[in-house]
């Protein structure tokens, strides 16, 4: 096996994801809590472990993790009532205690985990920022040769996960994320409903504007469309559908 594979394949080991959730937080635009999202954990970690992957949870903070209300298939909203996978996962008890106690992402090897994923919700837009070792985490994974996935909201980390040279790894890249046409269905859906004032909006900034603020090639598939994209070891997905594309993308690129 040549030293110079970025992605050695390892049929006798299995593959370790770290998977890494936002800790809770409090929205600046809604003061709503806000959270991870369901089925960005959920989808991935069926996919990953179907695949015979180990999949260990993390968050900045470390610690419990909740997730955004709406996502949740138990929700009075019923949004998500038809994410059967969430619903499977959250009445399952070993699986939900995996959310209780995550470890903290400066603690994660590098040299033990073949990928990161990093799943959005709501909550990356107003925590990522100061997650610094979640930013370097990152950007390791990245530099070691090894996938760094990231989707939905989750996407935030690359407005700020930088290379040694000090460059944006989006810079140049095509990527994918939370999608403008889909920041204003959100928006209008919460003016109508007389949440917000029409001059406020739902998130702080968006994904698709500081992606090509930083030099990213952005591509989205249109409102809700379940859709990743690879360009080398980065891959990203659009958002909350996304999950099962995204797990897809990291399985091709690491193998069984």
């Known amino acids: 096996m040549s030293l110079q594979d970025p992605n050695p394949v390892h049929p006798g080991r299995r593959k370790r994801i770290a998977l890494v959730l936002a800790n809770p937080a409090v929205s600046t635009t809604t003061g709503w809590p806000v959270g991870f999202w369901w089925s960005e954990l959920t989808h991935p970690y069926f996919a990953f472990t179907e695949a015979g992957y180990e999949v260990v949870l993390f968050s900045p903070d470390g610690g419990r993790v909740e997730g955004d209300a709406m996502s949740d298939p138990n929700d009075p909203s019923g949004y998500s009532r038809s994410d059967l996978i969430s619903q499977g996962f959250l009445h399952t008890p070993d699986l939900v205690a995996l959310t209780e106690d995550t470890g903290r992402v400066a603690d994660i090897e590098v040299a033990a985990f073949d990928a990161i994923v990093v799943a959005g919700g709501q909550s990356p837009m107003f925590s990522f920022e100061r997650a610094t070792a979640l930013h370097a985490t990152f950007a390791a994974f990245h530099a070691a040769g090894k996938v760094a996935a990231a989707l939905c909201h989750g996407v935030a980390v690359l407005r700020y996960a930088k290379n040694a040279d000090g460059e944006y790894i989006a810079k140049g890249r095509t990527v994918t994320g939370f999608a403008n046409i889909e920041e204003d269905f959100a928006d209008e859906a919460v ?7 029409r001059d406020k909006h739902v998130m702080p900034w968006r994904i698709e504007d500081e992606l090509k603020r930083i030099g990213a090639n952005y591509v ?31 399985i091709e690129a690491l193998g069984r």
């Open 220 to 250: 989205q598939a249109g409102l809700w469309r379940g859709f990743a994209v690879r360009d080398g070891n980065l891959v990203t997905g659009q958002q909350n559908f996304s999950g099962a594309e995204t797990a897809r993308l990291v």
């Open 191 to 197: 003016w109508r409903l007389g949440l917000l004032p």
